[in-house]
């Protein structure tokens, strides 16, 4: 690796020295008295200072920078602002999301205003907000430019995923639909739109063939049922960073949702049997759920975990294969993000997603779809509430939104208090023995803190921040190290793209010293 340190040449003024040939008789030393040498040598020097000073390592100008505005810093009470960016009027949707916001102190402003430090957004907006390429520092979106290629359900699914069922792009993939099902005429098929509308199990003789925007997808017969009810799960996923990638998943609970009516005897022509819609059956009237959720207090997936024991199974199985199934599915579509990401001048950007999945008989996990702006309305169960809140309150904590005193001032805490350089320092032994305080030139210095870049402090800075808020979300990339000794590094590295390796690499090195960064 070549030093990321920049040398930016100090300006000189283009006039020349001149000494006064008449000068006037003062007590002080004239100019003319002084050698010409020693002024030559004092400009020498003052460039030559210069040039050191901007060639300190960045991690020292960033802190010292920092250190200079702290007095500014606390006594600025500024109230944090957000706005909201929605295609309904109507914002029911969002009232869980104002009512954390305002428990935090925040105040809203109009999104046409800009200056707001927050960007809620319902809805896709950069397509209509051109301005969101040049956020200021401070500013923060709930959206990636390019999430689309994990939330659009036709993309998504034609992916060729081992856990999503085979699925064909229509009218496209027409010949290779048919081919498929000649050779497996036993199984089932969807045929599904981006508007997720008229699903419906049909033969192949039914598929619509010239349905633009669509897709018809392979149906797991055999599901896993709980009092004889299909279901999907929804795990909460959030997205703090692209290239390199870092994102978690809410464990805090996880939505279950049923459907009314139960599976067998199957019945194509009754949606109520296999698709989860708005009017689901909740955790709560779900019978040999109940006793655990209402009796007991338990979670919606403690409610669900007790039951498969009841059936002498291991719910433990379940959620490693969850976590596989997410990192796998950010780390295929990432590089079509990263395209998108490029017009953008700063990557003040986060992701909150819920992926569904299911699954069938053996708990196997399936992908279903991942959902932009999920949704987070208790309008129709209540119960949920409760949910919705503490999936955004850790939300929050973890991307840096933080509840303010009702001055403002708790806001501005110098963030040297809260990661410092050593808090990012990893391998000691090995930058010295490279010596990567003098020079980056090799690999084994990517990770010395001299050999930083702006832009690569900043990342660490704020992945050490993450770890230090996250309330109740679990890293899953970089992937957690559940057996240090039986985690390579090498081997888990070797398909990464240059920054993910990076990345991946600081947190096995975190991990080494302190077991807490494992997972």
């Not at 606390?74 to 305002?102: C, G, K, M, N, W």
């Amino acid at each position: 690796m070549t030093s990321n340190l920049r040398t930016e040449g100090a300006e000189q003024s283009n006039d020349d020295v001149k000494l006064e040939e008449n000068p006037v008789k003062t007590s002080r030393p004239s100019l003319a008295t002084i050698p010409l040498r020693s002024v030559m040598l004092f400009l020498a020097a003052t460039v030559l200072t210069a040039i050191l000073i901007e060639l300190l390592p960045h991690y020292k100008r960033y802190s010292n920078k920092e250190n200079s505005n702290n007095e500014t810093n606390i006594t600025d009470s500024r109230f944090p602002t957000y706005a909201i960016y929605s295609q309904d009027p109507v914002e029911d949707h969002l009232v869980h999301v104002v009512h954390v916001l305002h428990k935090f102190g925040y105040k809203r402003v109009q999104f046409e205003e800009g200056g707001w430090d927050l960007l809620w957004a319902h809805d896709y907006p950069f397509r209509v907000l051109p301005n969101l390429k040049n956020l200021a520092t401070d500013q923060l979106v709930n959206h990636f430019p390019g999430c689309g290629y994990l939330t659009n359900k036709v993309d998504l699914c034609t992916t060729r995923l081992p856990f999503l069922p085979r699925a064909f792009r229509l009218p496209q993939q027409r010949d290779e639909f048919l081919e498929y099902a000649e050779a497996n005429p036993e199984a089932l098929f969807v045929q599904k739109h981006n508007e997720h509308r008229h699903i419906k199990v049909r033969p192949p003789t039914e598929i619509a063939f010239n349905s633009n925007d669509s897709f018809v997808q392979e149906f797991i017969q055999k599901p896993f049922l709980v009092d004889g009810h299909k279901f999907d799960i929804g795990i909460y996923v959030v997205i703090t960073s692209i290239n390199p990638l870092r994102a978690y998943i809410y464990t805090g609970d996880v939505l279950f949702r049923y459907c009314p009516v139960k599976y067998y005897p199957f019945d194509a022509d009754n949606l109520d049997k296999y698709v989860v819609g708005d009017n689901y059956l909740p955790t709560w009237e779900v019978p040999s759920l109940g006793k655990y959720y209402n009796s007991y207090g338990g979670s919606m997936r403690g409610a669900f975990e007790a039951y498969v024991r009841d059936q002498s199974m291991d719910p433990s199985i379940i959620w490693p294969q969850v976590e596989h199934i997410i990192r796998s599915t950010l780390l295929a579509k990432e590089k079509d993000i990263i395209g998108s990401l490029r017009t953008y001048k700063t990557h003040n950007f986060f992701d909150l997603l819920r992926f569904d999945l299911f699954i069938d008989e053996n708990l196997k996990v399936y992908l279903m779809e991942a959902n932009m702006s999920p949704n987070l309305s208790s309008a129709h169960f209540k119960p949920n509430s409760l949910l919705y809140e503490q999936v955004i309150y850790s939300v929050f904590n973890l991307v840096g939104i933080l509840p303010v005193a009702e001055t403002g001032v708790s806001r501005n805490i110098p963030s040297e208090m809260v990661t410092a350089d050593k808090n990012l320092v990893t391998n000691l032994n090995k930058c010295a023995k490279y010596n990567c305080d003098k020079s980056c030139n090799r690999d084994e210095c990517d990770l010395c803190l001299p050999c930083l870049s702006g832009s690569q402090y900043d990342w660490l800075k704020r992945a050490h921040e993450e770890h230090l808020h996250r309330v109740d979300m679990k890293r899953i990339f970089p992937k957690p190290i559940l057996d240090m000794k039986a985690f390579d590094i090498d081997s888990e590295t070797k398909n990464m793209s240059k920054r993910n390796e990076w990345i991946t690499r600081w947190f096995y090195n975190k991990c080494a010293y302190d077991r807490t960064w494992c997972t």
